[in-house]
């Protein structure tokens, strides 16, 4: 009997091409026959240890290769995977078993079926059962986490279909104004599968048989990727382009780059000018969410840009800028941003509390403020939901970011808001200096700039955490400096 899903698509690969690429990662590969076996061995052995279909598997063998393996194993026993991405379990994944490494915080151990090498040998030699069958064919086959950037990560459902048809949106924005053919064949996602952005590049090669390019941890390994497989595109945080950017021994290689997609932050201008120097590519500046799915606005990057220009609106996709009531706001003035995208999702998993605060009358609000001017181009001002209320001025930590940064002898910066002892709320500055800078030295320089009357404090730091697509984790900031922050405005004055 016919397999009905996402399975399908692999057994067919490994019928009609069985020894091309399927899986590269680093210097290894694997070929769809390899990986067609590995993935019915290991679902055989999956369904032995209680899997069942349509249950929810939560994954964390601590190798992407292996975590790719048994999301596919998955597949196999029409049951949906979600990965681990962070430290601690999202009980809204609501997963039936687990199968990891180490116990997993927030996750039951008797729910854990615990895997080592051994346990993946005596998989691999397991007499491979067929294929189960999906309810449907277009059926659910993996959960993703939001970034987190703003509290505990949601969870989102997606289809197999959804993740593979948005890539040609992604890679071309509108073909008419963009003059770039998508390849999927040499796209080189640097941001792990594991997550929205590297989803899409996985869910196009794995439907249509390309090789899929799992990424690496370490730049150099992933630009000897790009040169062994002629890699053209790639799709990145400004952080990891950055990366690629600034190895010499590559810089032959990189020439050869024709087009760029920068995703989850924008690039700054001076990382722009910088990789000009090196490439002809055409870079572009892409604007979504996982919520939103397609994409929701787009531009090619130039160094004149102004601040906030997002570009225009993807073909397909709404943009409509509200007041707190729900009306529509005039160009010109700036809002909150709801978005409505043909592919866009209607809600959280088991979160009816988050899905009735973004999903509002067809629209998806993210919490970002902006605008769209007469002529139709989107500006973005910050969100209100990470604005800092310090004593009753409401600031956005990203442009107070942007400002701290361009002072010379500031490598990074983040901003965040901490509550002192008195229950007042203030604003704190982490820095990552150059040598021969300190905060003694660029204090004022940094409080002239921000123009915050309260206590603001500064905090040198070794470096600034970010999420895989380099956007700045405030909530861990707080959490880990507010204790430093205070001592600081209340140790006594000499």
Same mark, same amino acid.
């Given at each position: 009997?016919?397999? #009905?899903?996402?399975?399908?698509?692999?057994?067919?690969?490994?019928?009609?091409?069985?020894?091309?690429?399927?899986? #590269?990662?680093?210097?290894m590969?694997?070929?769809?026959?390899?990986?067609?076996?590995?993935?019915?061995?290991?679902?055989? +052995?999956?369904?032995?240890?209680?899997?069942?279909p349509?249950?929810?598997?939560?994954?964390?063998?601590?190798?992407?290769?292996?975590?790719?393996i048994?999301?596919?194993?998955?597949?196999?026993?029409?049951?949906?995977?979600?990965?681990?991405?962070?430290?601690?379990?999202?009980?809204?994944?609501?997963?039936?078993?687990?199968?990891?490494? @180490?116990?997993?915080?927030?996750?039951?151990?008797?729910?854990?079926?615990?895997?080592?090498?051994?346990? #993946?040998?005596?998989?691999e +030699?397991?007499?491979?059962?067929?294929?189960?069958s *999906?309810?449907? /064919?277009? +059926?659910?086959?993996?959960?993703?986490?939001?970034?987190?950037?703003?509290?505990?990560?949601?969870?989102?459902?997606?289809?197999?279909?959804? &993740?593979?048809?948005?890539?040609?949106?992604?890679?071309?924005?509108?073909? /008419?104004?963009?003059?770039?053919?998508?390849l999927? /064949?040499?796209?080189?996602?640097?941001?792990?599968?594991?997550?929205f952005?590297?989803?899409?590049?996985? =869910?196009?090669?794995f439907?249509?048989?390309?090789?899929?390019?799992?990424? !690496?941890?370490?730049?150099?390994i992933?630009?000897?990727?790009?040169?062994?497989?002629?890699?053209?595109?790639?799709?990145?945080?400004?952080?990891?382009?950055?990366?690629? *950017?600034?190895?010499?021994?590559?810089?032959?290689?990189?020439?050869?780059? $024709?087009?760029?997609?920068?995703?989850?932050?924008?690039?700054?201008?001076?990382?722009?000018?910088?990789?000009?120097?090196?490439?002809?590519?055409?870079?572009?500046?892409?604007?979504?969410?996982?919520?939103? %799915?397609?994409?929701?606005?787009?531009?090619?990057?130039?160094?004149?840009?102004p601040?906030?220009?997002?570009?225009?609106?993807?073909?397909?996709?709404?943009?409509?800028?509200?007041? $707190?009531?729900?009306?529509?706001?005039?160009? $010109?003035?700036?809002?909150?941003?709801?978005?409505?995208?043909?592919?866009?999702?209607? *809600?959280?998993?088991?979160?009816?509390?988050? @899905?009735?605060?973004?999903?509002v009358?067809?629209? *998806?609000?993210? =919490?970002?403020?902006?605008?769209?001017? @007469?002529?139709?181009?989107?500006?973005? #001002?910050?969100?209100?939901? $990470?604005?800092?209320?310090?004593?009753?001025?409401?600031?956005?930590?990203?442009?107070?970011?942007? &400002?701290?940064?361009?002072?010379?002898? %500031?490598?990074?910066?983040?901003?965040?808001?901490?509550?002192?002892p008195?229950?007042?709320?203030?604003?704190a500055?982490?820095?990552?200096?150059?040598?021969?800078?300190?905060?003694?030295?660029?204090?004022?320089?940094?409080?002239?700039s921000?123009?915050?009357?309260?206590?603001? %404090?500064?905090?040198?730091?070794?470096?600034?955490?970010?999420? !895989?697509?380099?956007?700045?984790?405030?909530?861990? &900031? /707080?959490?880990?400096?507010?204790?430093?922050?205070?001592?600081?405005?209340?140790m006594?004055?000499?």
């Open positions: 009997m016919q397999v #009905v899903g996402p399975f399908r698509y692999l057994e067919n690969h490994a019928k009609l091409k069985p020894d091309s690429p399927a899986l #590269v990662h680093g210097d590969s694997m070929t769809f026959a390899k990986v067609h076996q590995l993935a019915c061995s290991i679902g055989t +052995a999956m369904r032995s240890t209680g899997v069942k349509g249950q929810v598997v939560l994954l964390a063998t601590g190798n992407a290769m292996l975590d790719y048994f999301m596919l194993a998955a597949m196999h026993e029409a049951a949906v995977s979600a990965i681990q991405v962070g430290p601690k379990y999202v009980p809204e994944i609501e997963a039936d078993l687990a199968f990891a490494r @180490t116990p997993i915080d927030g996750f039951p151990f008797e729910k854990t079926i615990f895997i080592d090498d051994d346990w #993946v040998v005596r998989a +030699a397991t007499e491979p059962l067929p294929a189960i *999906f309810a449907n /064919e277009n +059926a659910v086959a993996r959960l993703l986490q939001t970034s987190g950037t703003t509290g505990t990560p949601k969870i989102l459902e997606f289809e197999i279909e959804t &993740l593979a048809d948005i890539h040609e949106q992604w890679m071309q924005g509108s073909p /008419e104004r963009l003059p770039v053919k998508s999927p /064949e040499k796209t080189f996602c640097i941001i792990p599968f594991t997550v952005g590297g989803s899409i590049t996985w =869910g196009k090669a439907r249509d048989g390309h090789p899929y390019y799992l990424a !690496t941890g370490k730049t150099e992933n630009l000897r990727m790009i040169a062994t497989y002629d890699i053209t595109r790639i799709m990145a945080s400004p952080a990891f382009i950055s990366d690629l *950017f600034s190895n010499p021994e590559y810089s032959h290689v990189l020439k050869k780059i $024709e087009f760029v997609i920068s995703g989850g932050a924008a690039m700054p201008a001076a990382l722009i000018a910088s990789i000009r120097e090196k490439s002809n590519a055409i870079f572009v500046n892409r604007m979504g969410s996982t919520e939103a %799915v397609s994409g929701v606005a787009w531009k090619e990057i130039h160094e004149a840009d601040e906030g220009y997002v570009g225009r609106p993807y073909e397909g996709s709404e943009i409509v800028i509200f007041d $707190e009531n729900l009306n529509s706001l005039p160009p $010109e003035t700036v809002g909150r941003i709801g978005v409505k995208t043909p592919h866009m999702r209607t *809600f959280y998993r088991n979160n009816r509390a988050a @899905t009735a605060k973004h999903f009358n067809g629209y *998806f609000f993210s =919490g970002d403020e902006g605008y769209l001017t @007469t002529d139709g181009d989107f500006y973005l #001002v910050g969100r209100t939901d $990470e604005r800092i209320n310090a004593g009753g001025s409401k600031r956005d930590p990203n442009e107070l970011d942007g &400002l701290v940064k361009n002072i010379a002898g %500031v490598n990074d910066a983040a901003t965040f808001g901490f509550d002192l008195n229950g007042i709320r203030s604003i500055v982490a820095l990552v200096l150059q040598n021969g800078f300190s905060v003694k030295s660029l204090g004022d320089q940094i409080s002239d921000l123009r915050f009357g309260g206590a603001l %404090v500064l905090i040198e730091v070794p470096s600034i955490p970010r999420n !895989t697509m380099g956007k700045v984790q405030r909530i861990d &900031l /707080e959490k880990q400096l507010t204790p430093e922050a205070v001592r600081l405005v209340t006594p004055r000499l």
